[in-house]
């Protein structure tokens, strides 16, 4: 969940610390907002005037500036260790009812179309400009330019302050940013609820302050999980989450949550996308091809500033990490896959040209307007649209007797469906063996347990006579019916290597009342052949010759995403008598060709 990035908060060795106290004064100063709200702000500026004016470099973040006080220094400054050892004027900020803040949090603030030049509404991007603002009058031997990043929430603060930007915010570089939190990031996956990352997550960020605060002390519970799996099948419905041995009403971000079930006003105000139009700053998006929680905010945020912001300058960048994967300084391997290089080194690269690009007028070669890490053959691709306009999109159809063939290779089959029977009192596990967490290796995790299981379906290829380059968005387009009126749809795309390992390489979730509209949600009819049509995340990957293609397809990954009680239902309001056990048929009849869509570029 979004806490995985205070990992890359903490303080670095000794020496990196010894540098950025050796090279840079701190100052710690309230920036005052329109509304008369204070802000936290630590500032780092060069000692050696050498070189300035400086640029600023800002970071705005719920997760604490720390350390406090001006002899406190932080174990490194920037994105990367080299920007870290440029000359910017460095900035953290504690937003708005965050640590050492004034005013109150709001989750993913919403943006104000309506503010007007003098009034005292506020949101993320009117505090980033009063900030800018400030720093511009305030700080000497500036040169007038800002640029922002930020991994994960703090990501979204530099996407939210993207509309109607400040002058001077010349670059800004969101960074797995949390985006639209219904769709497709932390909190939800079209509509389907990831609980397992949520429970965790809001424990400890949702803990109430009596005002501004260094440190928030304890969690809002205490809950020793060794075992995920059977902790969370036997606390039972969402609405016992709410009991007293753990949130108790207290938790005002879980209590929205689970208020609002479906995409309504709450999650259509906290998605920042609608408000990417115009925007004047460059911006570099970066994205990791393995993060659990915010990929669909990475590909989805440059996605919508290229479609309602054309003659912007947006970059894309995506790459074979975790969650800010990109921020630690070796990254070789993930898994059981090894990359045979350092990818961190040229992202870093790359990073450090945006900057010092917009922000330096240095003289460094243009970005392209995608460089995507290509796994499978482990090598960065450049291409001038994303996903790349060559790709042509192959659709493989799910078979009778576990078979995937392409599109024209096969008759379709005689045979109409599959069939399997979901049980919420035995769920099928997102991963293999014992987890107390969420296991971040989940995401190209083996999946021969799961095809174990008679409640998932595997469809295979043939092997693969030469390698097959997929590059770009995939589609799910299938057909299904089931004995209840509510269902999840599991679909999984999977590298199945010459050893039998079933290396997964794209999956996700879709919650079946949703089909039609995700704020009208309608139930399935008992028995009644179904429709059901969702992209996934996009990826970049060569299936390599010898390898085969599968497809996995199931009703429930827990508790990675809650249990869908397969009636319909409220399901936070729902009780132990609504979860019932569901036949699901999956179809591949002549009328029925359940399929799914593979963008080739071979």
């Given at each position: 969940m979004r806490y995985l990035i205070l990992l890359l908060l903490l303080p670095l060795s000794g020496s990196a610390q010894n540098y950025v106290k050796d090279n840079y004064t701190k100052r710690e100063v309230y920036i005052p907002m329109r509304d008369g709200t204070r802000l936290f702000t630590s500032i780092y500026i060069p000692k050696d005037d050498r070189g300035g004016p400086f640029p600023f470099l800002m970071e705005r973040t719920p997760y604490s500036v720390g350390p406090y006080g001006d002899s406190a220094y932080r174990g490194g400054l920037g994105p990367n260790a080299a920007l870290s050892r440029e000359p910017f004027i460095f900035v953290y900020q504690d937003v708005r009812g965050r640590y050492m803040s004034e005013?109150?949090?709001?989750e993913m603030t919403p943006h104000k179309e309506s503010k007007k030049a003098g009034d005292k509404q506020t949101d993320e991007s009117s505090d980033t400009w009063d900030t800018v603002d400030w720093l511009l009058k305030n700080i000497r031997n500036n040169n007038g330019r800002v640029g922002m990043w930020g991994i994960s929430y703090p990501g979204f603060y530099a996407s939210a302050a993207l509309p109607d930007a400040h002058p001077a915010i010349k670059a800004v570089s969101p960074q797995a940013p949390v985006t639209d939190e219904f769709i497709g990031d932390d909190a939800?996956?079209?509509?389907?609820?990831?609980?397992?990352?949520?429970?965790?997550?809001?424990?400890?960020?949702?803990?109430?302050?009596?005002?501004?605060?260094?440190?928030?002390?304890?969690?809002?519970?205490?809950?020793?999980?060794?075992?995920?799996?059977?902790?969370?099948?036997?606390?039972?419905?969402?609405?016992?989450t709410n009991k007293p041995a753990y949130f108790n009403h207290q938790g005002k971000i879980w209590n929205e949550y689970l208020l609002h079930s479906t995409y309504d006003d709450y999650w259509r105000a906290r998605n920042i996308r609608t408000h990417l139009k115009n925007i004047r700053p460059a911006v570099l998006v970066v994205g990791g091809w393995f993060d659990a929680e915010d990929m669909f905010g990475a590909l989805r945020t440059y996605e919508a500033i290229e479609r309602q912001s054309p003659q912007n300058s947006n970059y894309i960048v995506m790459g074979p990490w975790t969650h800010g994967g990109w921020a630690g300084g070796v990254w070789d391997r993930y898994g059981i896959l090894e990359f045979g290089q350092n990818v961190n080194e040229?992202?870093?690269?790359?990073?450090?040209?945006?900057?010092?690009?917009?922000?330096?007028?240095?003289?460094?070669?243009?970005?392209?307007?995608?460089?995507?890490?290509?796994?499978?053959?482990?090598?960065?691709?450049?291409?001038?649209?994303?996903?790349?306009?060559?790709?042509?999109?192959?659709?493989?159809?799910?078979?009778?007797?576990?078979?995937?063939?392409?599109?024209?290779?096969?008759?379709?089959?005689?045979?109409?469906?599959?069939?399997?029977?979901?049980?919420?009192?035995?769920?099928?596990?997102?991963?293999?063996?014992?987890?107390?967490g969420r296991d971040n290796l989940y995401i190209v995790a083996d999946q021969r347990?799961?095809?174990?299981?008679?409640?998932?379906?595997?469809?295979?290829?043939?092997?693969?006579?030469?390698?097959?380059?997929?590059?770009?968005?995939?589609?799910?387009?299938?057909?299904?019916?089931?004995?209840?009126?509510?269902?999840?749809?599991?679909?999984?795309?999977?590298?199945?290597?010459?050893?039998?390992?079933?290396?997964?390489?794209?999956?996700?979730?879709?919650?079946?009342?949703?089909?039609?509209?995700?704020?009208?949600?309608?139930?399935?009819?008992?028995?009644?052949?179904?429709?059901?049509?969702?992209?996934?995340?996009?990826?970049?990957?060569?299936?390599?010759?010898?390898?085969r293609l599968m497809v996995q397809i199931q009703s429930s990954w827990f508790p990675l995403v809650d249990m869908n009680p397969q009636t319909f239902v409220n399901i936070p309001t729902c009780g132990p008598g609504d979860f019932r056990k569901a036949t699901i048929r999956v179809y591949h009849d002549p009328a029925h060709l359940s399929h799914v869509v593979l963008p080739t570029l071979n």
């Open positions: 005013g109150n949090f709001e939800n996956h079209n509509g389907a609820f990831f609980l397992l990352d949520n429970f965790d997550f809001d424990n400890f960020f949702d803990v109430k302050r009596p005002g501004p605060v260094k440190d928030y002390g304890s969690n809002i519970f205490r809950a020793d999980i060794s075992d995920a799996y059977e902790f969370f099948l036997h606390l039972g419905p969402l609405k016992n040229y992202y870093h690269q790359l990073e450090t040209a945006f900057f010092n690009h917009y922000l330096k007028d240095s003289v460094s070669p243009a970005l392209a307007e995608a460089t995507v890490f290509e796994t499978g053959v482990n090598q960065w691709k450049h291409y001038d649209t994303w996903p790349p306009k060559q790709a042509r999109p192959m659709k493989f159809h799910l078979r009778a007797e576990g078979k995937l063939s392409p599109e024209g290779k096969a008759a379709p089959d005689a045979a109409a469906y599959d069939e399997y029977v979901s049980d919420p009192s035995h769920p099928v596990p997102y991963v293999e063996g014992v987890r107390g347990f799961a095809a174990q299981r008679p409640d998932v379906l595997t469809y295979s290829s043939d092997t693969l006579p030469h390698d097959l380059n997929v590059t770009g968005r995939l589609k799910a387009d299938i057909f299904l019916s089931s004995t209840g009126t509510d269902a999840d749809l599991v679909v999984k795309v999977i590298d199945v290597l010459p050893d039998g390992y079933q290396r997964l390489v794209r999956g996700d979730v879709f919650r079946c009342k949703f089909r039609n509209s995700f704020e009208q949600p309608e139930p399935l009819t008992p028995g009644k052949v179904t429709e059901v049509v969702f992209d996934l995340n996009e990826i970049a990957h060569t299936f390599r010759q010898g390898h």
